[in-house]
Structure formats: structure tokens, C-alpha cells
């Protein structure tokens, strides 16, 4: 396995969709980041491409000037979901009790995660299920940053310098024979130091890890 047991603890056990019970109608991550996704997103995804959104929220980041056949959203707050305007069509589930995706077999030609990752305990199975849905040739781009619920992270997220959380995205795709080599695209935004002297560090790190299915 992958991750040990103890690094897959929360240190707020209880049920996921309680604490997701409510909306929350904001962006977790700066401007500077959603601009890095939606510009990758522009760049590796294609008109009329089915995507899988996972773990999503009230938005996407997708570009709107691109026409996608379908944009599936998953998530643990139906009321985020549906005010998402980029979605086709959304369903609620809890993939840390429920590791199966309601999906058949090569279904998507794109798998997309923002800022969530950090909160799957069981990966080995939810990258099995990305690459499953996957059609051959189609990709899974995993964004994340340095921010989080801190509570509902996995203890191997929490505990890891953001340089072993790459690492770790990494492994989720290699423990699943027939993805590509990971790629990763990594930008972090360090202030000018007359802005450091105030205190400013800067934009939010961008991190992201591709893989592609194999056929």
C-alpha cells in the first residue's frame, strides 16, 4: 500500500459530508493560481472533451471560450454544484466511504482536481477509479497549492514539506499501472523585497502533476 494507515488519519474524523453540509461560496487559492489553471487547462484540454470534475465546487476554472461536450462535477455540497455554471450535470458522493465512481469503463477523455486532493484517504483506489474512466490517450491534471482544511487533510499531507506533496501526487499515479511518467508543472510567486519587509510573501504556489492514460 501506498499510504500506512496512520497516514490516512483526519484530525477531524467525523462524516466528510457533515462538514461540507453548508456552502461555502469563495475561491481557495489567489487570483494569480486560477489564472495558472485555467491557462494549463487552456492549453492540455480540447473542445469536446468529456471531463470529470472531481471534488468540485461552485467553479471549475475551465476557459469558457472552450466548448466541452460534457462537464460532469462531483462533490460533497450539492447547493455549490448547482450554482456551478460550467457543469452539465453533478452528483454528490463521499469517495472516502464510497471508492467507486458511478461511471463505466473509459467514459472521459479528461480528469480534472483542483485544490482537493489533499483530502482523499484512500488514493490508491480513487486513481484506480481516474484511470478506469479514462478513455486511452485521456488525462488526469491534479492542481493544489499549499492551502487547506487543515483538520480534514491526511496526516501524510499535513505532515509533508510541499516538495513531498508532490512527491506524493506523483506516487498516487505511479501505484496505478498504465499512466504515463507524472509530469509536474510547479510556479511559486516570492514578493519583492521591499514587500517581503511588510510582511508579503507573495502569490499562492501553483503545483500541478498530469498523467495521461495508456492505452
Not at 495558472?36 to 492549453?43: E, G, K, P, S
Not at 472531481?54 to 450554482?83: C, K, Q, Y
Not at 463521499?94 to 471508492?99: A, E, R, Y
Not at 491526511?154 to 504515463?180: H, M
Amino acid at each position: 500500500m501506498l499510504l500506512q494507515p496512520n497516514q490516512r488519519i483526519k484530525l477531524d474524523e467525523s462524516d466528510d459530508q457533515l462538514f461540507y453540509d453548508y456552502p461555502r461560496f469563495v475561491t481557495h487559492v489567489d487570483d494569480g493560481f486560477i489564472q495558472q489553471l485555467t491557462d494549463l487547462y487552456r492549453q492540455r484540454l480540447q473542445a469536446n472533451m468529456r471531463i470529470l470534475d472531481i471534488m468540485s465546487s461552485w467553479v471549475s476554472h475551465l476557459p469558457t471560450e472552450i466548448d466541452f461536450a460534457h462537464v460532469e462535477g462531483h462533490g460533497l455540497n450539492a447547493e455549490e454544484l448547482a450554482r456551478n455554471t460550467g457543469l452539465n450535470h453533478y452528483f454528490v458522493q463521499n469517495i472516502n466511504t464510497n471508492l467507486q465512481l458511478p461511471f463505466p469503463d473509459q467514459d472521459f477523455d479528461a480528469v480534472i482536481n483542483c485544490v482537493s486532493v489533499q483530502y482523499i484517504q484512500y488514493p490508491e483506489a480513487i486513481f484506480s477509479e481516474i484511470h478506469r474512466i479514462l478513455k486511452p490517450g485521456g488525462i488526469a491534471i491534479i492542481s493544489f497549492s499549499n492551502r487547506m482544511f487543515f483538520q480534514k487533510a491526511i496526516q501524510a499531507w499535513r505532515d509533508g514539506s510541499e516538495a513531498f506533496r508532490v512527491e506524493l501526487v506523483k506516487g498516487y499515479f505511479t501505484s496505478v499501472p498504465g499512466f504515463t511518467t507524472p509530469e509536474v508543472i510547479c510556479s511559486t510567486s516570492i514578493a519583492p523585497s521591499f514587500l517581503q519587509w511588510l510582511g508579503v510573501a507573495g502569490g499562492d504556489p501553483f503545483y500541478a502533476v498530469i498523467a495521461q492514460r495508456l492505452a
